[in-house]
Each structure stands twice: as structure tokens, then as C-alpha cells.
Nanobody, 119 residues
Framework: QVRLVESGGGLVQPGGSLRLSCAAS????????MGWYRQAFGNQRELVAT???????NYKDFVKDRFIISYVNAQNTVYLQMNSLQPEDTAVYYC?????????????WGQGTQVTVSL
């Protein structure tokens, strides 16, 4: 199996910053893509940003110029630097990994980490 361990969530005031990290370990040949989704209370899970192992990134419009996703190949770890956080960014943030298995690719999810933006 593949395990995703997330860290870095918490409570921050509006305008503040947080950095999320997610490390992948377990049974896979290599990482194709990792990323972050989020789910606010009462809403569906939505894409925040993804990055491939070659460094290609994809951001949703609502986080462009505020969030930066990065990936360290040697550590199989993805980071999400979140700046200028606003109350509407409050959500559970889920790490996502799309990995190459012995045969084919498979997707995995982390347990989620709570991010709360409030005074």
C-alpha cells in the first residue's frame, strides 16, 4: 500500500501563512503526480493545486499568486506554501498522490489536515 502523511495545518489569522507537507511512502515504483485538494464544511472536495514529478504545476484560480506548490523528488514529498490566507480558505486539506505501481497507476489520499483562518 501507499501511505501519505500530512502535516502543517492549524489556526491562522487572515493574511497569515501556513505550509503544508505530505510525504509518500510504501509500495510504488515512482510518483507521477502529487497535490492538494480541500473540502470546506458542506461543500464538495475541490482541487487546490497539483504538481508532477517533472515539475509541471496546475493551480485553481482562487489560489493563484497566493499558494505555491513544490515537490522534492528524493523525499517523495509535496509542499503547499499558503500565503495571504482568508477565511474562505478554511477547509480540510487532503494530500493526493498518483503513483506508478508494478502495473499501471493508482491514486491515494491522505487523512486530511484542518486549516482554519479566523481572528
Amino acid at each position: 500500500q501507499v501511505r501519505l502523511v500530512e502535516s502543517g495545518g492549524g489556526l491562522v489569522q487572515p493574511g497569515g501563512s501556513l505550509r503544508l507537507s505530505c510525504a509518500a511512502s510504501g509500495s510504488f515504483r515512482s510518483i507521477y503526480r502529487m497535490g492538494w485538494y480541500r473540502q470546506a464544511f458542506g461543500n464538495q472536495r475541490e482541487l487546490v493545486a497539483t504538481i508532477t514529478s517533472s515539475g509541471s504545476t496546475n493551480y485553481k484560480d482562487f489560489v493563484k499568486d497566493r499558494f505555491i506548490i513544490s515537490y522534492v523528488n528524493a523525499q517523495n514529498t509535496v509542499y503547499l506554501q499558503m500565503n495571504s490566507l482568508q477565511p474562505e480558505d478554511t477547509a480540510v486539506y487532503y494530500c493526493y498522490a498518483d503513483v506508478f505501481r508494478i502495473i499501471g497507476r493508482e491514486e491515494f489520499w491522505g487523512q486530511g489536515t484542518q486549516v482554519t483562518v479566523s481572528l
